[in-house]
């Protein structure tokens, strides 16, 4: 299995509070991508970075940031966290396939579980 | 808007039967297409990809897919089930470039004796 480790994997939190979640890997990989997973919803993109520093927002990022100072490390912040933001968060990586549609998540975490009360 | 739809969201099969789960998708031009697997608890795993070439893709875990243009469609395949196949699938697709994926909801897999 690819190496990659997401840390909380449960936490509990009071609206309002910060959070932070970490996604660090060891395949040197270049992208990697944080999603949230909701029954219903399937699996949405809330930021992606394509290397050291260069972040992209997806599809659900408002109430997001993000940051990358190192390959490995990808952190995913809730600033002030709400109770729509209960979800289980999956971090994801890919190495660049160098062609369109090829840059996409290859490995997944297991899951942060983070609920907000 | 640009989406995937899986129509079923729960089947259920008995060991050893054959399994058809079903991906359509919105947009005209030829997407590139994924289906992965998620196990209780877990996360996604790749199970397979079209991008280009022959239409029927060969992936992990003896599944295959079909990319049938005309009907927007990437069902997946298996023509035997086994119980650990028991799990959540998902097909998800790039519909231009380089933008990310879209996933589809989902579809529950259920295996009985």
């Known amino acids: 299995d690819a190496g990659i480790t997401q840390s909380p994997r449960h936490k509990v939190t009071e609206t309002g509070t910060p959070v932070t979640l970490r996604c660090h890997q060891t395949e040197n990989h270049r992208y990697m991508y944080w999603y949230r997973q909701d029954p219903g919803h399937g699996l949405r993109l809330i930021h992606y970075s394509y290397g050291v520093k260069d972040t992209d927002k997806g599809e659900v990022s408002d109430g997001y940031s993000v940051s990358r100072s190192k390959t490995e490390d990808f952190l995913l912040t809730l600033e002030s966290a709400t109770s729509s933001q209960t979800s289980v968060y999956f971090c994801?990586?890919?190495?660049?396939?160098?062609?369109?549609?090829?840059?996409?998540?290859?490995?997944f975490g297991d899951g942060t579980r983070l609920s907000i009360l | 808007a640009q989406s995937v739809t899986q129509p079923d969201i729960h089947i259920t099969v008995s060991e050893g039967a054959s399994l058809e789960l079903r991906c359509n998708y919105s947009?005209?031009?030829?997407?590139?297409l994924f289906w992965y697997v998620q196990s209780p608890g877990q996360g996604l795993q790749l199970l397979l990809k079209y991008f280009s070439g022959d239409t029927l893709v060969q992936g992990i875990k003896g599944f295959e897919a079909e990319f049938k243009r005309s009907q927007s469609s990437f069902n997946l395949r298996k023509p035997s089930v086994h119980w650990s196949d028991a799990a959540e699938y998902f097909c998800a697709v790039v519909f231009s470039g380089n933008t990310p994926l879209v996933f589809g909801k989902g579809t529950r897999l259920s295996v009985i004796a």
């Open positions: 994801a990586i890919s190495e660049s396939l160098g062609r369109p549609g090829g840059n996409q998540p290859q490995h």
């Open positions: 947009y005209g031009a030829t997407p590139y």
